[in-house]
């Protein structure tokens, strides 16, 4: 079955950088697009950053400049670079993947910025 499982968040201080994770297992992930999300309290879950089978990523203009999403298709993994951190930035972090119209989501990191 469809397996995604993150790690790496935790609290940070305003400026400071994270690198989130995603390990990803039973579909063919080389070809799949992947795509962080986030949630923070009281408001909506919203796109990040994604990233398709050939490279081409794509940002929230929150983030631009500051995140960069990349893969390794080799470990089956999504990374998400995130640097020059705001304390707007705090949320819980998923990983996700849509196949054939059904979402599937990880268990969610929290990424906290603040002094």
């Known amino acids: 079955q469809v397996q995604l499982v993150e790690s790496g968040g935790g609290l940070v201080q305003p400026g400071g950088s994270l690198r989130l994770s995603c390990a990803a297992s039973?579909?063919?992930?080389?070809?799949?697009?992947m795509s962080w999300y986030r949630q923070a309290p009281g408001k909506e879950r919203e796109l990040v950053a994604s990233?398709?089978?050939?490279?081409?990523?794509n940002y929230a203009d929150s983030v631009k400049g500051r995140f960069t999403i990349s893969r390794d298709n080799a470990k089956n993994t999504v990374y998400l670079q995130m640097n020059s951190l705001k304390p707007e930035d705090t949320a819980v972090y998923y990983c996700?993947?849509?196949?054939?119209?059904?979402?599937?989501w990880g268990q969610g990191t929290q990424v906290t910025v603040s002094s």
């Open positions: 039973g579909f063919l992930f080389s070809m799949s697009a």
């Open positions: 996700h993947i849509d196949i054939r119209r059904r979402d599937y």
């Open positions: 990233i398709i089978s050939g490279g081409r990523t």
